[in-house]
Every structure is written in C-alpha cells, then in structure tokens.
C-alpha cells in the first residue's frame, strides 16, 4: 500500500474523517483547534447561528473536569439573546433557557444514573422537541450521543486558558 503525505497546510491529526454528512460544507472531517475565551465565544456565536437558522438542534459537549463544556453553554445561550445566568443543572436534570427565538435546554449526565429509563425518556422528549438542546457529558449515555447534530470533544491545552476542541457531527 503506498501511503501519501499531505501537501496542504493541515496536519494528518488534525482532519479526522467520518461517516456521514460533515459539519459544515467543506468536507467530511471533524475539526480541531486551539480556543482561548475569546475564540471559544466567536464559536459560541457561529453555533448559535446554526441553531437560529434550523441547520442543527442539539449539541453534545464531552472532555474531562473543568474542560470548558459549562463556559461554552454560557457563551451559547449569551449568543443566542439569553440575559440570565446559566449554570449546570445540579438539583434538577435540566436547566431551560427562554432565548427570544426558542428555549435552550441544558442537560448535565454527569451524576445521572447512565441506565435510568426515566431520564433516557426526558432527554429523548426533548430531542424530538422543537427547542434547542445542549447536554454535557452526552457520551455518558451513547444511544444519546449518537442521536446529536453536533458533539464538540474538549481537552486542556498547553496554558491555563487554552482548550483544543473537536468539532464532530453527530
Ligand atoms: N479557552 C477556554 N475555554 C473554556 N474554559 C476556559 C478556557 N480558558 C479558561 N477557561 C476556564 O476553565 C474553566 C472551565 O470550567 P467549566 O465549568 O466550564 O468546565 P466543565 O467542562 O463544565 O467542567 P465539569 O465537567 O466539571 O462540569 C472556567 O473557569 C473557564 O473560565
Ligand atoms: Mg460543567
């Protein structure tokens, strides 16, 4: 088998390629880039424009503690028109964002029991919904995962405030 080098700019590691219909309207691969706050909120707002203009419903949002998942839905629902204050759902399984277009809804499975029936039923109800929805830690339950529009793989970078984030279509 002869094994080719890429020519372009991009690096093998950073092009993964998938099945299905890519993210976005180049080509079939899963982008990964390096984000500080600022580029995490220029992300924050072109995902928000793909949720205002129907072209994805639901994100998932996986990688370690403290990767950065809350921070991007707090960017998210600011992008899209939202005043309050989010935070993870802790006492409740969701949190619901009245956005002036539609409600945003923020799962968190972290602590949630993988194989209980009950919450599998909420989060699909609310797949099939018309409102927008955003679950951290969806790999946690993958007949979920695999349901999403959108996953976006966080790790921690090099610096205190770097993240490298996959974008990966569902
Ligand atoms: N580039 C960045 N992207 C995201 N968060 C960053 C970045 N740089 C610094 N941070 C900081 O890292 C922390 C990320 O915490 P956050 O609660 O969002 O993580 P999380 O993935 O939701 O963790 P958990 O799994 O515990 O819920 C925040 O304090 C945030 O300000
Ligand atoms: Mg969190």
């Known amino acids: 088998m002869v094994m080719q080098n890429?020519?372009?700019?991009?690096?093998?590691?950073?092009?993964i390629h998938l099945r299905?219909?890519?993210?976005?309207?180049?080509?079939?691969?899963a982008r990964k880039s390096s984000y500080n706050l600022?580029?995490?909120?220029?992300?924050?707002?072109?995902?928000?424009?793909?949720?205002?203009?129907?072209?994805?419903?639901?994100?998932?949002?996986?990688?370690?503690?403290?990767?950065?998942k809350t921070t991007f839905v707090q960017l998210l629902a600011r992008a899209l028109g939202y005043k309050g204050s989010v935070t993870s759902p802790t006492f409740t399984l969701s949190n619901e964002y009245q956005c002036p277009q539609n409600i945003l809804v923020h799962f968190d499975l972290y602590r949630v029991n993988k194989s209980d029936r009950d919450v599998l039923e909420m989060i699909k109800e609310s797949l099939l919904s018309e409102r927008w929805v955003v679950l951290e830690w969806s790999d946690?339950?993958?007949?979920?995962?695999?349901?999403?529009?959108?996953?976006?793989?966080?790790?921690?970078?090099?610096?205190?405030d770097e993240r490298i984030i996959e974008e990966q279509n569902g």
């Open 6 to 15: 890429n020519t372009n700019d991009t690096t093998h590691a950073d092009l």
């Open 38 to 68: 600022s580029k995490l909120e220029s992300l924050a707002y072109n995902i928000a424009r793909k949720l205002q203009e129907g072209k994805i419903k639901s994100i998932g949002l996986n990688g370690p503690l403290g990767a950065g």
């Open 140 to 160: 946690r339950m993958m007949s979920i995962n695999k349901k999403l529009d959108l996953i976006l793989n966080f790790r921690h970078g090099k610096s205190a």
């Open 20 to 29: 299905g219909v890519p993210f976005g309207a180049t080509s079939e691969v």
